[in-house]
């Protein structure tokens, strides 16, 4: 039961780092999480029936740890699957966690790894992009955002209607593009390789727009 409990409490703790995470493709979580049986009928309604990603990834999580610690094991497991892990790169930490249960009158310790690569963890020299940069760079690009995804950054066509259907603002729209870039390249998301494919003559964008991400 213990160890039940330090589950649970380990899927609070990640909550917020996984809802980032998982809100660029919440239907493929929420889908795949149906056929492990992790919600009820009702619950697979209510989250299905949220209109943002992020709202519907936590209303997912919140409805999983409603439903106890088999839910809660089953999720974690779900997590650490291939197919989770290939659609969402940055869910590697899950496998570096560990639960320590330990005796009674002690506490239970989560080794939490680092959060989003912040402006100041580079990679070979190269800064990793921010969240920040995403979404200055978002509001800059204009009705081309569809061709710039499949062509510059390799963002299959049925990816990018997801992103316009599940985003009902333009730049929205366009940062949900690019987190989902950036957590697809992992440690290869630096502001140098962004900017780098956002420069290429066949859909490259003003020079003024994007060479801020050259800036330190």
């Known amino acids: 039961m213990a160890e039940e409990q330090a589950e649970i409490k380990l899927l609070r703790s990640q909550k917020a780092k996984l809802i980032e995470i998982l809100s660029t493709d919440a239907d493929f979580v929420l889908q795949h999480a149906d056929s492990c049986s992790l919600l009820s ?60 249960t330990v005796s009674s009158g002690e506490k239970e310790t989560f080794p939490v790894p680092e959060t989003m690569p912040s402006k100041d963890i580079c990679n070979n020299g190269y800064c990793l992009v921010t969240e920040k940069q995403l979404m200055t760079l978002a509001r800059t690009i204009g009705k081309t955002w569809r061709e710039i995804g499949r062509m510059a950054l390799d963002i299959p066509s049925v990816k990018l209607e997801q992103f316009e259907l599940d985003n009902s603002h333009h730049v929205e729209q366009v940062f949900a593009m690019l987190r989902y870039w950036r957590n697809r390249q992992r440690e290869k998301a630096t502001a140098a390789s962004l900017h780098s494919l956002l420069s290429q003559e066949d859909y490259a964008l003003p020079p003024e727009s994007i060479d801020f991400l050259l800036r330190d």
């Open 41 to 100: 009928r009702h619950g697979y309604q209510q989250v299905k029936a949220c209109r943002s990603p992020s709202e519907k990834v936590t209303e997912l999580l919140d409805h999983i740890l409603q439903r106890g610690p088999e839910a809660v094991t089953g999720l974690l497991k779900l997590l650490n699957s291939e197919p989770l892990q290939e659609t969402f790169p940055m869910l590697s930490f899950i496998k570096d966690l560990e639960v320590h």
